[in-house]
């Protein structure tokens, strides 16, 4: 039996942001759909803008299962996560046995089109993925505050920081162009 799509449809049921007070929760399936499309977008503007040759359908495939692994670990919170070296390894080696379950779950002449995706070794769209993945949180970070919630300003500080050290230029692009929509009401995006 084909269990890996069920459980993929459970990404609905893992919340993010667990340790902080969330005016709006936020589970892994809609993260991981807003960091596809933030992949994809600066895939683009990395050809479009600077003559980059990224598959940004790859990108974003990859952005779309980049936290599949949270299925079965839940979502970590960064300051543990991060906490120190022995954290970070022991959590990195806990991912890749997540991935590892989530890949056995598939027919055998399925796992080689879905464990590139899972398990991705491309360094490039490494680097995209994660750059999509903190504009994701710097955007969650952005509409709480933007709500009255102080409890995400650290939170929205430390991830501008995080993601200005990158360095990527279609992530400052993007950062210069696209990001100061996300401070708009609906009546001035219209």
Known sequence: MNRFFAMISRMKYIDRWGLMNNTQTENISEHSLETAVLAHALAHIANVRFGEHIDADKAAVVAMFHDAGEIITGDMPTPVKYFNPDIISAYKAVEKAAENKLLSMLPGDLRPAYEPLLSNDDPVLAVYVKAADKLSALIKCIEEVRMGNNE????????????????????KVFMDECLPAYYLTLDELG
């Open 152 to 171: 995400f300003m650290k939170a929205k500080e430390a991830t501008e920081r995080s993601l200005q050290q990158m360095d990527l230029p279609a992530l």
